[in-house]
């Protein structure tokens, strides 16, 4: 049962996001979701596991491969995300949640 409020809450806030959002603000929902399931520790970070190539990503977001590479280097340059051979290691966990803060909110968490 927890599981599954879990989920619709996760697709509540991916809903949201995709109405209100830019893709920015659906890569930093997506990935603090894929943080929380598939996160794992590291000495520069958060990597999260598997391997999540930008088709992959672009899929699940449901936009183009360019849109979301062009928000991914948008957050390689703020230092947010280490991104290698469709490795992602996040490295700063908080802004990423400041991100994505207001549309977990309007899903009810957060």
Known sequence: MKEQAQEAYEMQARLLVA????????????LWFLCQRFGR???????????LPVRLLAD??????QRVNEA?????????IDRRYGQIVIKDLERLRERAQPFLELAGGG
């Open 19 to 30: 109405v209100f959002g830019s893709v920015q603000d659906e890569l930093a929902v997506l």
């Open 72 to 80: 991914i280097l948008a957050f390689q340059a703020q230092g947010w």
């Open 60 to 65: 699940l977001l449901g936009r183009s491969r």
């Open 41 to 51: 520790k590291t000495r520069v970070g958060l990597q999260l596991e598997p391997r």
